[in-house]
């Protein structure tokens, strides 16, 4: 029988003991569950006498946004902890180490990233990251081509693709970002003041053929293993770190993808920024500031990426003049129609985003969630043409030129 069952405090408590040499024995540990996402329990544990701590997460068996009518594998720990365990291997000071953990428990500890803020709070608070967009960059060109065919041994990948086999999170991305968004499902969820925009969408056959193009990618190219949720809640940054969590939805995918996820966040947060900026001059920096940010993910993406396969991609056939830069072009408009799709989930599927919900005027809310439509339209129907990441600027700043409310 399973010894799994969901953690009390105590447990928690317990189960960070057991970490060899972290906590001392007769430390007097404080504990408080700190989870705000949609499908884990997570446990901060801390000795405030000698300043330590630590991060205790569990899995439980079903969406917690959801609730138990909606089972999901617990084995999604194990796949997190792999996952991390790889990227912190890779980008060391862009992921949280990893301490222990127990499949049948889905438990994974880890260090705990207290002094850092999740990015999307940072943002709605109107933060500026400079240095995220080299780290960001670097992290998806380094765990993405070390875990792809030009990487790495590829029948090592094949075998590698095989652990991360993650059917219940995949199966939540097809239907909540390429498929609910274009039909009137029944887990779709929209305020009434953006019914037409929504039921815009349900009929709207060029968006679907790209749409179903893009998730033809995300279920059949298994070019390297994702993180496969990267939006800014994945995120913990100060103004001089970036560390990256919560990869539960990894698996092996397109290469865009998570690229996608990071540029689609932005663009959340540019169209919330009326609803933020509390003079037309402050909306303008910020709005150029994610714009830029937007850019330079994509340009130190395809720095690190190509410098890596130059250096090290040994394949004699992906050295053949021109592959690699078909390759980048097919990745970048990968991301710009993956990150339209991104977009759009958000304001019309299950699960929206803070940059958006939390804004307190009404007119303001509305008016970010058509822009968003806006620009996500743009970015799914255009993406596949696309011959530059300046093209995601201008297509932003088109919706935004259209909005009737200012700061
Ligand atoms: C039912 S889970 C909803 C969303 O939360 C996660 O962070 C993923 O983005 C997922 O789509
Ligand atoms: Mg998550």
Redo the contacts with the bound molecule.
């Keep these: 029988m399973s010894s799994y069952h969901p953690f009390s405090t105590e447990d928690a408590v317990a189960y960070a003991r057991s970490i060899p040499g972290f906590f001392r024995e007769d430390a007097a540990l404080a504990c408080e569950e700190i989870g705000d ?3 884990n329990l997570v446990f901060r544990i801390a000795d405030p006498q000698r300043s330590k701590s630590l991060i205790v997460k569990q899995a439980l068996p079903y ?1 917690k ?2 609730g138990e009518s909606w089972p999901l594998s617990l084995d999604r720990a194990r796949i997190e902890r792999e996952a991390l365990e790889i990227q912190h291997r890779l980008c060391p000071d862009l992921v949280p180490a990893i301490y222990g953990g127990d499949n049948e428990l889905a438990v994974t500890v880890m260090e705990d990233l207290s002094g850092h803020t999740i990015m999307r709070k940072g943002l709605i608070d109107g933060q500026r990251y400079d240095h995220f967009a080299e780290h960001i960059g670097r992290f998806i060109a380094t765990t993405l081509f070390y875990t792809s065919d030009l990487g790495m041994n590829q029948q090592n990948k094949k075998l590698q693709a095989a652990r991360f086999v993650n059917p219940d999170l995949c199966k ?2 097809e239907d ?1 970002i390429f498929e609910d968004p274009y039909r009137n499902a029944d887990n779709n969820d929209f305020s009434e003041d953006i019914r037409h925009e929504a039921e815009k969408l349900w009929h709207d056959t060029e968006l679907h053929l790209e749409a179903a193009l893009l998730r033809e990618k995300f279920l059949t190219h298994g070019e390297a293993l994702l993180h496969g ?1 990267l ?1 800014t809640g994945s995120i913990f940054v100060t103004s001089e770190s970036t560390k990256v969590i919560d990869p539960e939805f990894a698996y092996y995918g397109p290469i865009g993808f998570d690229l996608g996820a990071v540029i689609g966040n932005l663009l959340l947060n540019y169209a919330a920024q009326p609803g933020w900026s509390n003079s037309p001059a402050v909306l303008q920096e910020r709005r150029e500031w994610l714009l830029t940010t937007i850019s330079s993910v994509w340009n130190h993406f395809e720095h690190h990426f190509r410098k890596l396969w130059d250096a090290e991609g040994g394949d004699f056939m992906f050295r053949t003049p021109g592959y690699q830069d078909l390759f980048m072009k097919k990745v970048l408009q990968d991301a710009i129609g993956f990150a339209g799709c991104k977009v759009i989930r958000r304001i019309v599927g ?2 929206h985003v803070a940059d958006i919900e939390t804004i307190v005027n009404d007119a303001h809310r509305q008016q970010a969630k058509v822009t968003a439509l806006e620009i996500g339209k743009q970015l799914v129907k255009k993406g596949r043409s696309a011959a530059s990441i300046g093209e995601v600027a201008r297509w932003a700043s088109t919706a935004a030129a259209k909005e009737e409310i200012n700061a």
């Design positions: 996402g949609n499908l969406a946004v959801v939540i991305t909540l949720d939006h299950l699960s």
